[in-house]
């Protein structure tokens, strides 16, 4: 149905035009008229009209201003202009409106109908063109995803860039680096099957709770859910300083956790990846795996702030290892045992007829494990070759099986005992660097910045580690600092503050008033 609006002051006119339109056309309804310009802008701006006949010569407001002000507030109206005089200028202004249609009157009926048949056919035009770029939208809208889905899982089994340029084009975003966060599921083993059913019911609302407020958070590619996990890719500008995009990835996590569990409630894990080229896409989602992955740790986890001296890894070997030394890094005991149980399986499914060859994988994976661990775990037994001679004479499968799990605890246990020893050795230093710079304008952010941690990390792991703020610390030291200055007495009050690295002297004695119940004055005269 096309909608009409006549605005006219003359009754006779308003009257023929309505007396034509109904007896002429089905399909086009006159929802409303009007008297004057005034009138007839606030009618259309009410009620949308796509056809509007408009008099010119009207009281207050004329037919060419109400026409401007009309196409200020409602798009897409179709004007024919009605006037008992040819003035030149209006018709000049008409065209300059994009007026459809100027008619002299008395009206012509026939000139009349063949100027709303003309416009029915536009419009019908219109109309058909606007659905079909509907429909082609919403095929495309619907087929989106799942390219996008497509080449996620592609990137996650396969490093080649192949028509990379067609997916940037498609999606109008450069790929060629950026970082990962992963998003996992945490469900407890439950037996019924009424559990289960609610568990993946769970589960595919949190994926879409996840892709929808990621989406929302900042430009990326959201994969298809797998199992437990779904991985978005944050695409970003190689030239960027890796620290802030570390910090950037980390509130985007951070903002999306707080989100999500708004809105369910649902056990789940958040671990985001280095940035990497699209080359090493696996690189990332390993990463940000790991870092979900780790335990008794907070809910959002930065892979730095997980092997804080972990380097680069450039290559990873087959998907089963690769679980194998992931698990293994990140101290979990029993998941790295139960990688094991799934790579020993395959072993023996595929050469329980030949134990060397599963011997040699055993060697192999160890040798992976040295290159990939960060610590010294295994550089003892490995050049003393005991464990290995010791691998070497084993003639039974199930014994080998032992041998090898046990050492692989071994290796969990020293991981586990280096990282923690690292940690104690970082917070030493972090301390010793205080001691030595608390004179300086120094922030918790230059201190993260210094140790090559997240700020949001540094934090938590400082105030773990020492029971204390940063801030309250760094004052502590500065105060003890000022009382052995004031102690001394070859200083001012206002030359110890400044000594200390505060440049407020009031600011100083407030501080050092909370800290010792006196001011400095008093403490030196004491």
Known sequence: MIKLLIVDDEYLALDFIKFVVEKNFDDIEIVGTARSGREGIEKAIELKP??????????????????AKIQERVDDIYFIITTAYEYFDY????????????????????????VLKAIKREIKDKREALQREMILKEKVNKVLPIIEGQFIYSKMINSKTKGIAFYQDMFSMNLNYGYTIMGIVKHKKEDSK?????????????????????????????GLPLVDRVVAYIPVKEIEDT??????????????????????????RIGIGRPYTIENFSNGCNEAYMAANLPNLHKV???????????????YPKVKESILINKTLMGDKEGALRAFENLFLYFTSNFSDDLDKIKS?????????????????????LYEHKYLRKLLKITNLDVLKMTFSDHLKSIITGINEEREQELHGIIANVLDYMERNYNKNISLNDLA???????????????????KKFVDYLTEIRIEKSKELLKQGNLSVKEVCYEIGYRDPNYFSKAFRKATGVTPTEFRKN
């Open 50 to 67: 796509d056809v509007i006949f408009m008099d010119i010569r009207m009281p207050g407001i004329n037919g060419i201003e109400a026409i």
């Open 91 to 114: 018709a000049k202004e008409a065209v300059k409106l994009g007026v459809y249609e100027y008619l002299l009157k008395p009206i012509n009926k026939d000139k009349m109908i063949d």
């Open 194 to 222: 009424e559990e289960e059913i609610n568990d993946s019911l769970m589960d595919q609302e949190f994926f879409e709770i996840f892709t929808h407020e990621i989406k929302k958070l900042t430009p990326c590619l959201v």
């Open 243 to 268: 620290y802030e995009i570390r910090n950037r990835s980390i509130d985007i996590a951070r903002k999306l956790y707080k989100r999500i569990d708004d809105k369910i409630r649902i056990e789940y």
């Open 301 to 315: 986890t930065h892979f730095e702030d997980v092997a804080i001296t972990t380097e680069k890894v450039d290559d």
């Open 361 to 381: 994988y055993l060697i192999e994976i160890l040798i992976l494990m040295k290159r990939n661990i960060p610590y010294d775990i295994l550089q003892k037994d």
């Open 449 to 467: 910045e210094e140790f090559n941690m997240s700020y949001h990390y540094f934090s938590k792991f400082f105030k773990e580690s020492t029971g």
